[in-house]
């Protein structure tokens, strides 16, 4: 990590040996459950993308079991109802009264696995969850428990027979990863992980509980921003709504700039990422880093663009050649 601090306070050494973890699990994806646990002390939700295999599900798997909390995985198809997600009201005839059976989505870490395998009103529901930290079954509402912490995977869009989040959605994930092939010596090593069993659970104890992951959060949430370094965040997304008033030629290829959630979600990213690397206060180089991750889904390329192959990574990464680093 760049900025580490040479002697990292005790949260500091309890994250390095939460990611010192996963890294044993999930081989030669370091930049992944690095993003995974800056999410996790940032609290917001993750979109994780990539083709099928690069460990997407074991990763979620593996941070999951690290953690002391509820864990429910959800395998999205698009059979999927919402009540499958929240839960359905049972009649007891015995009393005449209607009992509430809570769904998988009730827990504090929940897999929403290729999510973009079920249909909309069930995105939906997820979604709605998401934002509102409560969900309703018949006439009961039901608040979920904190934390609640969701983590989508899905494969790229190409595929047949899947249902694309809609753009406005997708502002509700704090993040949204790309997960790329390993290197060679990774995959070779992925080979030895546990034999013959490699999703094989391997019995350690988890390393944090609920009370660990809230105090972590408050801790990350009291992180110092330096006010050049929030309007260095702000003028980062600022840019991608008004290119022409940062010297940027990029109109024509954006369709719909990123929203002043985005400014929120960086400074939170950014605020958990010093903390990941030990420091008690943001660094500009801390802003820089998750750019691409909290924006990506949050710039809409234009037609132009996508004719001309320019992705939403390609445009922030032209935002940030731009905006003055302070
Ligand atoms: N970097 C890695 N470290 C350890 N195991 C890996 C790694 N990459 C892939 N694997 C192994 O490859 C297999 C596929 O992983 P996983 O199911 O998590 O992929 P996925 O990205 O969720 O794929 P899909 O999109 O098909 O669901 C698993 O057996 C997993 O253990
Ligand atoms: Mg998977």
Do not use: C
């Not at 079920?118 to 309703?136: C, D, H, N, R």
């Not at 027979?161 to 790309?178: I, S, W």
């Amino acid at each position: 990590m760049p900025d580490l601090d040479p002697t990292p306070g005790p949260s500091g050494l309890l994250i390095a040996r939460l990611i010192g973890r996963l890294e044993r699990d999930v081989v030669g994806q370091r930049p992944l459950l690095e993003r995974l646990v800056v999410a996790l002390l940032a609290g917001g939700h993750v979109l994780i993308e990539g083709v099928p295999g690069l460990a997407k599900t074991r990763s979620v798997r593996a941070i999951a079991r690290a953690l002391n909390l509820p864990f429910r995985r959800i395998q999205f198809t698009p059979d999927l109802l919402p009540a499958d997600l929240t839960g359905t009201q049972v009649y007891r005839p015995a009393t005449g009264t209607f009992d509430v059976r809570t769904g998988p989505i009730v827990a504090s870490v929940v897999l929403a696995d290729e999510i973009n395998r079920a249909p909309a009103k069930v995105q939906s529901a997820l979604l709605e969850a998401m934002q509102e930290g409560q969900v309703t079954v018949g006439d009961r509402t039901i608040v979920l428990p904190d934390p609640f912490w969701v983590l989508a995977t899905q494969n790229p869009i190409e595929h047949e027979g899947t249902y694309p989040l809609p753009e406005a959605q997708l502002d509700r994930f704090l993040m949204k990863l790309h997960v790329d092939y390993p290197g060679r010596s990774a995959e070779l090593a992925m080979l030895d992980l546990d034999g013959l069993a490699r999703d094989a659970e391997p019995d350690r104890p988890p390393l944090l509980g609920p009370d660990d992951v809230r105090a972590l959060r408050a801790e990350a949430a009291s992180i110092r921003v330096a006010s050049a370094i929030k309007e260095y965040a702000v003028d980062l997304v600022r840019a991608t709504r008004d290119p022409a008033g940062y010297g940027l030629d990029l109109a024509p290829l954006i369709e719909l700039g990123a929203s002043p959630r985005a400014s929120l979600a960086l400074v939170a990213s950014a605020r958990a990422h010093a903390l990941l690397s030990g420091r008690d206060y943001v660094t500009p180089h801390d802003v820089k880093t998750l750019a691409r991750d909290v924006l990506r889904h949050r710039v809409l390329a234009s037609f132009e663009a996508d004719a001309e192959g320019v992705t939403p990574d390609d445009l922030i990464g032209r935002v940030l050649d731009q905006i003055r680093v302070p």
